[in-house]
């Protein structure tokens, strides 16, 4: 039942073009007196995002020592040791070590990350095996679609890719049907706040477009072959969904903060990776406060990626530097792996920007951070072997209450399979799936110990 | 497991070796065959057996094609202003083949919306505008003649065919429904030209056919005047090429020879082949990966990368629309344009935004597409060369080959040792070749990337590498070489890269790549293109008056 809400009284007194740093009380005239349910009886909605980054970590600098409750914080993860809202943000995280992935692939990151991201991929397809789909940030946007305006955000934050620029390897919505990602933190703006001052005539006349239109799609549907139709049948679906979110939109009123420039990027050199992901964080916390959606998929950096991490000290393609960490010349390798260290550091840190804002945003009686689950992964565990064991995964946030607060270190027995991670995300934040995965990924149960 | 970040993991090793034999050059292609080397040579004429047709289906017009498509129905002031979604998935998969399977995103959906609610609005943001491209003056009367008219020929032209019956009964029934919301006809015919634009009869081609008695599927008239000015145009077809079409002129070959031979001197059709040649050369991304920072690269300009771009462009419309020359004179010509940015990049005299055709002196290094700095820097991700990109950049986009992906456990190049001293290129990649496993694949890209080593990045020229002799020589099937203008003198001659030539236009034509069965038609393709004296323009024409641009096995 789509929750719907107007924010006419919540916003009452504050000025029209606010600014970001404004930290709205969301939904709090709503509440019921503990402030853990709106007053209607419905419980405060829950997020979900997806936080990808590519190549890996450092196993020895990321896997702590101690399992279970209170693990010992390592150098690559003290970047998210912090308090942030009054809150200690590490309580919030769950990690992972001891899971395989478990999708079979020549060359092994694309399986690897599509093993993590969906349980699924594309073996036929490109050379690599192409990701397959739908990932974690679709099956929930599907799931939820018409509670929100929009269903979900996928953004990316390096241009530079494996082989092309804005390469998307997060989001997929089946096998050869990547995700649209969005680069521009300024559009991504304009996509979210474009609308919202749109009368409810012009909405009402989208509608009837859109509505009619669905006649042209079933005449055309009826006509063509298999896999036309399925084409079809996404797009009818994907207006629907826009359909439905207009009827949310009508009835949701949100401050609209000014609209961000987005920096200067040169593909291949110096990226401002900071500057763009804090754009596209402070973005995305505000659509989920405002309830514009509730499930984004952010990729740092993709799968393979050739970015240059010169934030700390690095002259070229972070891949090469995963690899030069074997290199035979004992010093090139640990200049590479020390290069390595310092930029899943660095990523870390830019992790810890987001879950920071979201733990220091009020939201009922606690923060948003209580509310929210942050899946935070990457293709494999150490990029310099391939290595497909340990794999990294972080899950930030309480989900509602229904992840293990405080959060605890699980280690994994037996090369235990590493999808099973996504299917506890999934549930926790309240998915509805028998199973997740095909073939050696394929599973039907989460981690018990990871959940409250 | 004990983790060991130095040194290769000798479990991802075995398990690399184990999957693919990598001790032959064979073993290097994906499926184990070289294009076009194994299939059973079938003559294309017998079509009660042929099954080497294309299939049949949809194709979402690109983000260029609905541009001008918009353009073209709307006026030269209606540019759409949205992002549509991604045209293609990369690699060697062209935009226009991605158009026949991407499915529209939910990103997608809302841009083809709100582009089409946009675009309406500023159609019909006057009176005047209005009035002017309506025609006539409706009314709510369902049997209003004016409105009859538009949805005839409005639809005609936006959907490259005439409206059915129900289509018809549909969209004229819809103004009165859409004058509900406040009563003025005009919001209705704003809100119906926005459904025109947003329908998927307008954002998908349709080269379904119809079953005809042997079994194939035959593209009716429209569906040809389609396919025929999306491939020469880029664009919708003309109200001319319409009604052709309703005349029934193009459903012999000679009536679509005749038609395409009339738009190959379109103004429109040299951009339409240069914006096909640069995603089949991959030079798009130009501009976003060259330095526009002259602290980066000291011929850094805002314009730099799209300027490469535009001299391949300009060397291809000589090409194939002046001169009508042999195509693979590309590879091998002495002349091109330059602006000011690339005459600073090349070392030449000039300056400002204006091209001029220069023509490069006997002992220049440079001459033809390889030596240009579009191609040079189209696979640079930074200020390193890469011999092993560029070199498999050749393999797939000039030779058509298929090369099998990396094992597992493959390695990048090294970040330079501080302490090891001066190194050619050659030199680091010397594992490429002394190790087995590497040597498979290598051995067919790196020569021809080693032999452009004396180009930057970024395609400035360089005599030696930090003071070091570089070994230009290399081998191309079986054939030996010393620099780039041997190499591409061999190159032209390669029925292979002829044929990779002629692969390129069919996929572009057609909207896939071709299936083995269709070897036999490439074949007799490639060989009336070198009848032809390899022109570009009598390949596109013998592709148009085919059968299987007319025909195909199936709708997929």
Redesign the interface.
Known sequence: MPTTLSRRTLLRGMLGGATLSLGLPALECMLNRHGTALASGTALPVRYGTWFWGCGV???KWIPQTTGANWETTSELAPLDVTAGGVSVKSYINLTSGMQTKLPG???HYPNASSILAGNHDAAA???G?PGGPTLDVIL?RQWAGRTPV??L?VGVA??GD?????NDTSW??D?????M?FSPA?LYN?LFSNSSANL?QI???K???D??Q???Q??RS??????A???Q??AQ??R??ETGLDALAKLQCVVPNPPVDP???????EPLQEVNRLFADLLVLAMQCDITRVFALQFISVSS?V?FWQVGG???H?????????P?????????DIVDKSVTFMMGELSYMVQKLASTPEGAGNMLDNSLVFATSELS?G????D??HPSLLIGRAGGAMKYPGIHYKGVNEDNATRISLTALRAVGASLPSLGVDAAATTASIPDLLA | MPINGFGCRAQACLRASALVAWSTVAACFANGQVPGGTADAQPATTRAVFSGYPTSGLRRLTTAQYTNSVMSLLGSDFAPRVALDADSVGGDVLRSESASTLATTPHGADQYDLSAQDLAARRFATQALAADFVGCTPSLDPNDACVATFVRTFGLRAWRRPVTPDEFAAYTGAVPQFAALDGNVWTAMRMLTAAFLESPNFLYRSELGVPDPNGYRVLDSFELATRLAYLLTNSTPSDALLASAASGALSTPAGLLDAASRMLNDPRAPAAFVDFLGDWLDLDSLASRVPSDPNLFAYATPTLGASMRQEVGLMATDLVFNQNADFRDLFTRNTTFVNGDLAALYGLPGQGNAFVPVQWPQNSPRGGLFTSAAFLSSQSTGPQTSPTRRGLYIVQRIQCRTLSPPPAGAGMLPPADPNAGPQTMRQKLNAHRTQAACAACHTLMDPMGLTLEHFEAYGTYRATDQGLFIDASGEVDGQAYVGTAQMANIMRGLPEVQQCIVRHVYRQALGQHETADAEPFIASLTQQFAQSGFRMQALLLSIVSSDAFRTAQELR
């Open positions: 450092c196993p020895e020549r060359f092994t490109g050379a690599y192409e946007a269903s979900s996928q241009q530079q082989n092309l620029v804005k390469q919505l089946g050869n049907m990547p995700n649209a969005e559009a996509t005539k009402a006349g989208r009837s477009v859109l009619f239109v006649g042209d799609m005449r055309l006509r063509v072959g298999t896999l036309d399925q084409r079809l996404e797009h994907n207006i969904q826009i200067a990027v040169q593909v291949g050199s110096r050739n240059t002259t070229g393609s891949h090469g530097y995963t690899h030069a960490g074997s290199d010349n004992p010093q090139v390798a640990a200049n590479a792996r150490d310099t072997t391939h290595d064991n340990n």
